[in-house]
């Protein structure tokens, strides 16, 4: 499968224009605040984008980002802005052809932003031990619809917690299926390109995510996939898709169910781009200066990550109440589950 994942990209794709479906979304869907982020960053990097969702999470001054699967650099160029010229990005990609874009225009980039904090590596995000990277090192690790089209998905999981810092967040989107796919469907070379053979049963993922060491799964958008090539809808029958962003936090005490401690959380406002509310996933945003009754996981989360400064915490984990009233599963498929979620959800 990595061979045809490489010459799927390598040599079958020229641009985003060549894609047979919807997996992929364009600039459009981006927040005002990323567009001139985007605006930076040359067209052939922006031309050979394949990704999928969005993975510029908040709160990443200085921080060290590891991008898996990063392509022409769209999104490491991207996040090279967000960390600034104390912070670095890092990013993997097994395609040489797609490398090879990333790599001409790094001083390009270094120029336009006026530091160089990037760097890209030639490998398979399945083996990230063979790449060199620190256990613990990086703040955030982020993916752009590529763990869809690894052979070896719990290796990558697995990869990420070795090398995220305690307190460190896997960011990332992807595509999904609303069932198990049949044998024909994950070996055919175009759908598995198209980011379709290799999509997970959600509720398959959330499992081995766990089984990988990240307790709690956090849903913070989904949107459905249209397949608009009709040959390749007739081979995927009835099978859903959607594209899911997640957050998967690293903390050795996260529950495998939302506990009531009688915690509170006070958001502050003072996170850039994010002044009024802040949205932690689907099921939580939080207004400035609101004082919020929250699970154990949802104060450790914030507590003991990156946006700690931007929040007042309140209570401990003394006493236990019982199972949080609010717990639940906001699943990617269910709309009608899900907008009771928030107002973020799909």
Known sequence: MHETVQHYYGKELTSSADLKTTACCDASAMPAWLKPLLANIHPEVLNRYYGCGLVCP????????????SGSGRDVYALAQLVGQYGEVVGVDMTEEQLAVAEQYRDYHAKRFGYANVRFLNGYIEHLEALSLSP????VVVSNCVINLSPDKEAVLRGVHHVLKAGGEFYFSDVYADRRLHEAVRRDPVLYGECLGGALYWQDF???????????????ESRGLEITDEKLAAKLGDARFC????RLFKADDLEDSWEDYGQQVCYRGTLREAEEVFALDVQHRFTRGEAV?????TWRMLKESRFARYFDFSGDFSGHRG?????QVCPVFDRTQAEGCGSSCC
């Open 58 to 69: 908040l709160a990443l001054e200085s921080c060290r980002v590891l991008d898996l699967g």
């Open 136 to 139: 613990e090192y990086f703040d």
């Open 206 to 220: 959330l499992h081995l995510a766990r089984r990988c060491g990240f307790a709690d799964v956090r849903l913070v």
């Open 243 to 246: 594209s899911a962003t997640y």
């Open 293 to 297: 009754n929250v699970d154990g996981n």
């Open 323 to 327: 199972a949080f009233p609010a717990a």
